[in-house]
Nanobody
Framework: QVQLVESGGGLVQAGGSLRLSCAAS????????MGWFRQAPGKEREFVAH????????YYADSVKGRFTISRDNAKNMVYLEMNSLKPEDTAVYYC?????????????????WGQGTQVTVSS
């Protein structure tokens, strides 16, 4: 099992940047594929970015491609989401998720473990 704790959220003006972090517990973190999702009020949870267990493969939602970068440090049990050129529509609670067996990248049900989320608010 793995436990996930997100941090780094906050209030930022449009065009600004934030870096989210996800700290994972457990000795087998390097075997987990990791994802970032977000959920805005009244909307369904949506996929943002994914990184494979080795870090060798990444995948992004079209809405964030070119602006967000996902990365991981297996030695530190950490996953990061660097967010640049933020827009008001990026406002949401951002969640870190993990799975060992990857059936799907973009569906929340494909991930087994979730953090508690961190709020990102982008003002116009």
């Amino acid at each position: 099992q793995v436990q996930l704790v997100e941090s780094g959220g906050g209030l930022v003006q449009a065009g600004g940047s934030l870096r989210l972090s996800c700290a994972a517990s457990g000795r087998t973190f390097s075997s987990y594929n990791m994802g970032w999702f977000r959920q805005a009020p009244g909307k369904e949870r949506e996929f943002v970015a994914h990184i494979s267990w080795s870090g060798g493969s990444t995948y992004y939602a079209d809405s964030v491609k070119g602006r967000f970068t996902i990365s991981r440090d297996n030695a530190k049990n950490m996953v990061y989401l660097e967010m640049n050129s933020l827009k008001p529509e990026d406002t949401a609670v951002y969640y870190c998720a993990a799975t060992q067996i990857l059936y799907t990248i973009v569906v929340p049900g494909g991930y087994d473990y979730w953090g508690q989320g961190t709020q990102v608010t982008v003002s116009s």
